[in-house]
């Protein structure tokens, strides 16, 4: 009996020994495993914005009246940040299209851009970074310059590539939060380009030519924070201003664009978006075709709809 206890406790410390041995070899693998598997790149920050606004009415037999429409609004914003060191490269792709109908004048345009933004930015202390920027901007479709008589056809008066900007800019960017950034460049080249000749001429470019330059100094404003919960706002004021045509404030060209968004639930947003512009290079088109005198340009959009983050 004394042996046969002593043969099943040799077993079982025999047992408990490889069991030892094996989870001892176990957690080695393990913590080998867990320090060759590569660690997530914290460096880049990436993500986007996709909205959508839609709205319909019908009518039939309607006694107080009206018109029959439906109109759909698209915009999906991306970005991509890399911050290493003192280094910090931004980029921003937007693109938006938008439109509309009535039965009375059929299907326009509402909203069209495709616009690229990318800055590199190496710190020069806590709040400046010696900078430079780029910033390419088109559209995606035909636009028109339509008459209040019916009998008279749209003009086309832009389309993809006709105009497309091309700026490329070098200064400071100040940057004393999170929230705000100022670029300062005293050398920036806008190039405004169009695919076809024809349409030079409403852009200030000289005939038989579809590339026109100038060179200048740029101011860059960009605020951007949550106001109050779950409403985000947004302001952008963009100045230039070209050293061989400079006389006056009216030489100065400016775009200023304001986005307010309110998120109702998690996907359902309330946007308002207003962008005020002007170019004195960008002649007015008449009904006849016929160029007018430059004049403000201003463009507003309110909408609800659905909107996802990622």
Known sequence: MHQILS???QYKINIMKRTSTLLFALALG???IAQTTPKKDTTWNTGGLFALTISQSNFTNWA???ENSYSANGKLGLFANHTKEKSIWENNLDLAYGISNQSNVGLRKTDDLAELNSKYG???NDKWYYSVVFNSKTQFDKGYQYSNIDSIEPLVISR???P??????IGMDYKP???TSLFLSPLNTKNIYVYDEKFGERYSIDSAMNLRTDVGALVNFKYEREVLENINFLTKLNLFANYLDLKGVDDVDLSWEVLVTMNVFKVLSVNLNTHLIWDKDVKTVNTDGTLG???VQFKEIFGAGIAYKF
Do not use: W
């Open 164 to 169: 497309m900007y091309l700026n490329l800019a």
């Open 177 to 179: 939060n999170k929230y």
């Open 7 to 9: 043969y099943q406790l």
């Open 30 to 32: 393990i913590s080998s």
């Open 64 to 66: 107080a009246g009206g």
């Open 122 to 124: 190496f710190k020069a």
């Open 293 to 295: 005198d430059a004049k």
């Open 160 to 162: 993809a590539f006709a």
